[in-house]
Each structure stands twice: as C-alpha cells, then as structure tokens.
C-alpha cells in the first residue's frame, strides 16, 4: 500500500524519538570486558597521544578496560590490515589519519586493505592544519614566504624541506609551494615531523612542512620561523601566521583530520555505541584541552559524516597527485 502524507509525516515525528532510543541504548548497554584501540604509529605521537586521552575516557562505561596497542610499520599500514580481519563487536577500534585512506590509494599500485570495504567509517577524532617553517640554515631576514622563495631561487643547492615522510600530505604541500612559484624545492623524507625539525633547528635542513603544533614550542623559543599555514582560515594555535592563500597561492587550502573505524560489517547498533562513546569521550574538557596542547582541534562527527568526507578527500587528491606525479615507487 501507497503511505499516505498523513503515514510520512507521522513516522518524520517519531524518528528524534527513535534516535533518542537508540542513542540512549547504546550508552546504556553493558560495557564490553576488553576494548583495544590501535593506532599505526609509535608511542608518544600524535596519533598515540588522542588515542590514549580517548582510551582513558572510554573506560568503564564502554569497555572495562581499554589499551590502546601501537601497531607500527609502512607507514600505518600494519594496523589498517590486522583491523580489517577483527572481530566487529566493538571491541577493536582503529584510529587513523585521513592520508592512509584517502591518499595511498592513489600513490600505492597495491594495497592490503580496501579503505572501504575493509572498514566502517565511525566519527572524526581531530583536526589540524599544516604549517611551513624555516630555521637557522636561511638567513635571519628572511620573515615570509615570498622571501623564503626568492632567496631558493637565489639558492638552489640550498633549497630543500623535510616532512615527516614521503608520499604524506605536507610533502604534497611543500612540493606544491615550490611549484606554485616556479621552482623545485628538494625534498627530505623523514619518519615523523619531530626528527625533521630538530634537524633543521641544528641547521641540517633549510625548512620543514609538517602538522602546526609541531612547531608552536620550537617558535616559542625563537628556533624557527612559521611562514604558513595551510588552512582555509588563520590557524588559532599560530594567529598571526598568514594563510597559503593569504599570500597568493590559489587553491592551497589543506588540512588533515584523524578518523576512528571498525572493521568491515560491523552491525549498526555497534557503530551507533561505539559513535556515542567516542563523540562523548572526544568532547571531555580533558580530552579537547590536551589536544590543543598538541595543535590539535578535537571534532567528531556521525558514521555517514565520516564517511562522505573521506570519499571527498579521495576524490580531491586523485587529480592532485597525478599532478604531482608522485608513486611510492618514485
């Protein structure tokens, strides 16, 4: 039978509430005996730290215990592929940044995981913009980044950056940079953003493109100069900073959010607790004044959100990187 006006508008009525009772079941559903939640990266980083400061939130109403288990190598691969093949009662939760899923496919011939059909998409964890900053190794007088371009190009043996590894999103924008103003800067792979600052802070590398909060100290302290920042808008960790385009580059709009999945099929109901408990546990004073600490904006989102943003992060750097023609192979 046809529903009538009168049956779609009365079922339109009762959605909120039957959201509410699914909300509310999911909170109060007894709390699984052992949650893991796993993250590509190495202890002490960034990925760890807003792993660790929403484990301890998640206990006890969402598990008992919840550890969280670094599970480090190919540049998080290693976690993504033993998260697909997991149980999907909740129980084990990846946390990963958007470039895993969103630009890998287009720099890798080949995969172990489809970032789709492997993985269900849960909320937002965080957002950050990037930041370009120079050291001790260019001249003092250099203070913005039209300045830092004309002095590479005074200085092509000189004019390199680092980034915290190659095929990443600040390696793309560093690249993009030096394009954008007609020359090539040389770029440095490193294993995480913190080695190439410290590096270019000893004078070993000219500049490095990585997340703004791993640069915020180094500033503080005078050791560095932040030229950019990469996001639509000034960044509110480095206010006085210019955006890219601020100063002239078109179109040089990027930030980066870190995501929390389940494995593939995991039931609804599970995604709807395990969104609840996350988005509860991301929204603790604790939790969004520690990330801040770290540049960090904490932000969650429903399944669907997530979802819709991962597919448009993909579709955005497919062109981009065949502009850039980078593969993991070159």
Not at 238 to 252: C, I, S, W, Y
Not at 295 to 318: F, I, V
Request: hydrophobic residues 45%; proline residues 8%.
């Amino acid at each position: 039978m046809k529903p009538t006006r009168r049956h779609v508008l009365q079922s339109a009525a009762a959605l909120p509430m039957l959201q509410l009772m699914g909300r509310a079941h999911a909170q109060s559903a007894a709390p699984l005996e052992q949650v893991k939640v796993i993250t590509g990266f190495t202890p002490g980083g960034t990925s760890d730290t807003i792993c660790r400061r929403v484990a301890a939130k998640l206990q006890p109403g969402y598990g008992k215990s919840v550890v969280v288990e670094n599970r480090t190598g190919a540049g998080g691969q290693i976690a993504i592929t033993a998260v697909k093949a997991m149980p999907t009662d909740g129980s084990v939760i990846l946390q990963t940044p958007m470039s895993m899923l969103g630009i890998y496919p287009h720099i890798y011939k080949k995969l172990p995981y489809d970032p789709v059909a492997d993985l269900t998409p849960v909320t937002q964890g965080a957002v950050f913009d990037f930041g370009f900053a120079v050291g001790p190794a260019v001249p003092a007088n250099v203070r913005t980044l039209a300045e830092f371009l004309t002095w590479a190009k005074a200085n092509p043996d000189k004019a390199n950056f680092g980034s915290p590894a190659a095929g990443s999103t600040p390696h793309f924008i560093g690249v993009l940079i030096g394009r954008n103003a007609g020359i090539e800067l040389k770029h440095v792979p490193y294993r995480g953003t913190q080695p190439a600052v410290l590096d270019m802070i000893g004078g070993q590398i000219q500049a490095v493109s990585g997340p703004v909060g791993e640069f915020t100290q180094q500033v503080a302290a005078g050791k560095c100069r932040l030229l950019a920042v990469s996001g639509a808008s000034r960044n509110k960790f480095a206010p006085t900073v210019p955006t890219l385009v601020e100063q002239g580059m078109k179109d040089m709009t990027f930030n980066e959010w870190f995501g929390f999945f389940l494995p593939a099929k995991a039931p609804a109901d599970v995604v709807q607790r395990a969104n609840a408990a996350l988005r509860a546990a991301l929204a603790a004073p604790e939790t969004v004044e520690g990330l801040e600490l770290m540049g960090l904006e904490s932000k969650s989102s429903t399944p669907g959100e997530l979802a819709a943003l991962l597919k448009a992060d993909t579709e955005r750097w497919g062109p981009l990187i065949k502009t850039i023609g980078f593969t993991a192979e070159s």
